[in-house]
């Protein structure tokens, strides 16, 4: 079994900032990519930055140049650094990994159970 768990949510203020972590574990093999989603009441579930394994990285034209995705590969951790929040970006967050239990298993997507951000103006 793998289970990935968020942390760092909370109430932040317009312009201020907030720390998204998500630690995957299990029975992991090796993880793929990783990256972390966005669902706003009454909105479908939307990309907000992923990482590669070699740490490429892709964002939302929406949080370009605000939020920074990271990870430690050593600790199964990703990182998600959210400065100058605006009140659009509360959202329940969500951590996703591609991984790989075995070497003869294909890759699986998981997903964490969400973490509440809530940005005041």
């Known amino acids: 079994q793998v289970q990935l768990v968020e942390s760092g949510g909370g109430l932040a203020q317009a312009g201020g900032s907030l720390r998204l972590s998500c630690v995957a574990s299990g029975s992991i093999f090796s993880i793929n990519t990783m990256g972390w989603y966005r669902q706003a009441p009454g909105k479908d579930r939307g990309l907000v930055a992923f990482?590669?394994?070699?740490?490429?990285?892709n964002y939302a034209d929406s949080v370009k140049g605000r939020f920074t995705i990271s990870r430690d590969n050593a600790k199964n951790t990703v990182y998600l650094q959210m400065n100058s929040l605006k009140s659009e970006d509360t959202a329940v967050y969500y951590c996703n990994a591609e991984i790989r239990t075995s070497l003869y298993k294909l890759l699986q997507e998981y997903w964490g159970q969400g973490t509440q951000v809530t940005v005041s103006s």
């Open positions: 990482i590669s394994s070699g740490g490429g990285t």
